[in-house]
C-alpha cells in the first residue's frame, strides 16, 4: 500500500521558520523523483519544489528560492522541505508527491498559515 504522509505543518508568523516532512512507504522511494506543491484557496496547486530521483537535480519555484530548501534522506524514506523566512502569502495546504514515469503518488496535504 502506497502511502505519503506529511507532518510539520501549523501557524507561523512572518519571518517564521518551518520544516515540512513526508514519509514514504510502499514503494521504491530511491527510484522516485520527490516534489512539493501547495495550493491556497482559490488557486491552482503550483510546484513549489522539484529533486531527482538521485537527488543530483533541485529546482524551485522562482516565489521560493532563497528561502526553501528541498532534501531527502533515501535511508529513511523521506523528503523535507524546510521553509525559512516565510511570507503571508506562503499559507496554502503543502503536498507531496513521488513521480517515476507515468507513476505519482501524492499525500494528503498538510496546512500551513503564516500570519501575525
Known amino acids: 500500500q502506497v502511502q505519503l504522509v506529511e507532518s510539520g505543518g501549523g501557524l507561523v508568523q512572518p519571518g517564521g521558520s518551518l520544516r515540512l516532512s513526508c514519509a514514504a512507504s510502499?514503494?521504491?522511494?530511491?527510484?522516485?523523483?520527490m516534489s512539493w506543491y501547495r495550493q491556497a484557496p482559490g488557486k491552482e496547486r503550483e510546484l513549489v519544489a522539484h529533486?531527482?530521483?538521485?537527488?543530483?537535480?533541485?529546482n524551485y519555484a522562482d516565489s521560493v528560492k532563497g528561502r526553501f530548501t528541498l532534501s531527502r534522506d533515501n535511508a529513511k524514506n523521506t523528503v523535507y522541505l524546510q521553509m525559512n523566512s516565510l511570507k503571508p502569502e506562503d499559507t496554502a495546504v503543502y503536498y507531496c508527491?513521488?513521480?517515476?514515469?507515468?507513476?505519482?503518488?501524492w499525500g494528503q496535504g498538510t496546512q500551513v498559515t503564516v500570519s501575525s
Open positions: 508527491n513521488a513521480r517515476r514515469g507515468i507513476l505519482g503518488y
Open positions: 529533486m531527482t530521483s538521485a537527488g543530483g537535480n533541485t
Open positions: 510502499g514503494f521504491t522511494f530511491s527510484s522516485y523523483a
